[in-house]
Nanobody, 125 residues
Framework: QVQLLESGGGLVQAGGSLMLSCAAAGRDFDMYVMGWFRQAPGKEREPVAAISRGGSFTEHADFVKGRFTVSRDNAKNTVRLQMNSLKPEDTAVYYC??????????????????WGQGTQVTVSS
């Protein structure tokens, strides 16, 4: 089992940057595929990015490619999401998630077993 805690959200102007962090408590962090999802008011939770257990593979949603980058540090039990060139439509609660399984289906919300409580990101125009 793993407990996840996100941090780094806040209010930023359009064009600005934020780095989200997710700290994992528990054993075997390097056995988990990690993902970032987001949910805007009135919308479904959607995948943003995912990273494989060792960090060799990453995937980013089309709407963040070239702007967001996911990374992890297994020595520190941490996964990060660097967000640049933020847009008002990026406003959402951002969630960190973990799954103990293969890389296949890493961008599918239903494949994840553990979730953090989320951190609010608000981008003003």
């Amino acid at each position: 089992q793993v407990q996840l805690l996100e941090s780094g959200g806040g209010l930023v102007q359009a064009g600005g940057s934020l780095m989200l962090s997710c700290a994992a408590a528990g054993r075997d962090f390097d056995m988990y595929v990690m993902g970032w999802f987001r949910q805007a008011p009135g919308k479904e939770r959607e995948p943003v990015a995912a990273i494989s257990r060792g960090g060799s593979f990453t995937e980013h949603a089309d709407f963040v490619k070239g702007r967001f980058t996911v990374s992890r540090d297994n020595a520190k039990n941490t996964v990060r999401l660097q967000m640049n060139s933020l847009k008002p439509e990026d406003t959402a609660v951002y969630y960190c998630a973990a799954r103990r399984g293969s890389w296949t289906g890493a961008m599918r919300r239903s494949n994840y077993d553990y979730w953090g409580q989320g951190t609010q990101v608000t981008v003003s125009s």
